[in-house]
């Protein structure tokens, strides 16, 4: 059973720095593509970043190129997403996903999810 379980959500001041981990099992890591989402309430799931586990290659989303970093780690099965410069509109819940097609931001590409964590960015 395919199971994807994030971990590192928080509250942080603008500014801050958070890194989630998303712990994947169930499925041959190497042969997909991991990205995360945010959903702030209210609103519907966005994508935010994806890395393909098979040749490393990374997406952003325009919102946040530069200031957050998604990256794998395949012998411990943990994709991560290093988040920096946070701001008040970042504050959502984030969730990881898994997806056969690499470069993908787009929710329905996604075949297993992840139940979320929160991330709340307040002063």
């Known amino acids: 059973e395919a199971q994807l379980v994030e971990s590192g959500g928080g509250s942080v001041q603008p500014g801050g720095s958070l890194r989630l981990s998303c712990e994947v099992s169930?499925?041959?890591?190497?042969?997909?593509?991991v990205g995360w989402f945010c959903q702030a309430p209210g609103e519907g799931r966005q994508g935010v970043a994806s890395?393909?586990?098979?040749?490393?290659?990374?997406t952003y989303s325009d919102a946040v190129r530069g200031r957050l970093t998604v990256s794998s780690n395949k012998a411990k099965h943990t994709v991560y997403l290093q988040m920096n410069s946070l701001k008040l509109e970042d504050t959502a819940v984030y969730f990881c996903?898994?997806?056969?097609?690499?470069?993908?931001?787009?929710?329905?590409?996604?075949?297993?999810w992840g139940k979320g964590t929160k991330v709340t960015v307040s002063s």
């Open positions: 996903a898994a997806s056969r097609w690499t470069g993908s931001l787009t929710p329905l590409m996604y075949d297993y």
């Open positions: 169930g499925f041959d890591f190497g042969d997909f593509a």
């Open positions: 890395v393909s586990n098979g040749d490393g290659s990374t």
